[in-house]
C-alpha cells in the first residue's frame, strides 16, 4: 500500500456515541467569538478527543475541520509544521461559516508525543517525516478518522464541507458514512523551516499543496 493510500483502521463509528457535555467558551484565537466544546460518551478509542463548535446558528452543510492534536505547533509555535497557522485558520474560518473543529488527540500523526520527538532527531539527519516515523519501528501515517465519523453523527453533522488539503480525510469519512460534499483548501504556510516537510506532505502523500516560495 503507497501512503497516499487510505490506511486501514481499527476503529469504528460506535452507534452508542453520545455527547456528553457542551461548554461555552470565549475563543479569542477564533476572533473573540463564542463557542461550545463538547465531549462524548461512548468514543471508539480512549483519547479524549473534543470538538469546537462555533457559529450560531449552525449552517445545513457545517464547514469542518478535523485537526489533530500538535503539542509543539499549536501550543508551542514551532515553526517545523504548519499546525499551528492550519488551526488558528480553522478557527477563524468556521466561527465564520458555521461548523467545527474536531481535535483529535494523534499527536505524530498517530504515534505520540516522545515517538515525534524521536522522529524530529531522523529528521535533522535528512529524513523526512514519513521516512522517520518508519525508521522507528512505526507507520508512516497511523491516524483513522472512524472516531471522528462517529463524533460527527453524534453532532449531527453527516453532510459536511472539510477543510483539508489531505485526501485521505476525505477518503476515510466517507468511508465512514460523512457526506463530504466538497474539500475546502487550507491556506498554505510555507516557511524556510516548515518547506521540507510541507514538500514531503506534498509529493508523498498528496496533499494538495501549491509548492512556491516561502512565506
Do not use: W
Request: hydrophobic share 40%.
Amino acid at each position: 500500500m503507497s501512503i497516499s493510500e487510505p490506511r486501514p483502521t481499527a476503529v469504528v463509528a460506535a452507534p452508542e456515541v453520545a455527547v456528553r457535555a457542551r461548554v461555552g467558551v470565549t475563543l479569542h484565537r477564533a476572533g473573540g467569538q463564542h463557542a461550545e466544546l463538547v465531549t462524548f460518551s461512548g468514543l471508539p478509542d480512549a483519547a479524549e478527543h473534543l470538538a469546537i463548535v462555533l457559529g450560531n446558528p449552525a449552517p445545513s452543510v457545517p464547514l469542518v475541520r478535523l485537526h489533530s492534536e500538535c503539542l509543539t505547533g499549536d501550543v508551542l509555535g514551532s515553526a517545523r509544521c504548519d499546525c499551528g497557522p492550519q488551526l488558528e485558520e480553522s478557527l477563524r474560518r468556521i466561527a465564520a461559516d458555521g461548523g467545527a473543529v474536531l481535535y483529535l488527540r494523534q499527536e505524530g500523526r498517530g504515534i505520540g508525543l516522545y515517538n515525534k520527538l524521536d522522529a524530529y532527531l531522523l529528521q535533522d539527519g535528512g529524513a523526512d517525516t514519513f521516512e522517520a516515523n518508519r525508521l522507528i519501528g512505526r507507520e508512516a501515517d497511523e491516524r483513522g478518522y472512524g472516531v471522528a465519523a462517529a463524533m460527527l453523527n453524534a453532532l449531527g453533522m453527516n453532510r459536511v464541507r472539510l477543510l483539508t488539503n489531505n485526501p485521505d480525510k476525505v477518503a476515510q469519512l466517507r468511508e465512514y458514512g460523512i457526506d463530504v460534499l466538497d474539500a475546502v483548501p487550507t491556506g498554505v504556510y510555507r516557511t524556510a523551516e516548515n518547506a521540507r516537510y510541507l514538500e514531503a506532505k506534498a509529493l508523498r502523500q498528496g496533499h494538495t499543496i501549491t509548492l512556491g516560495g516561502t512565506s
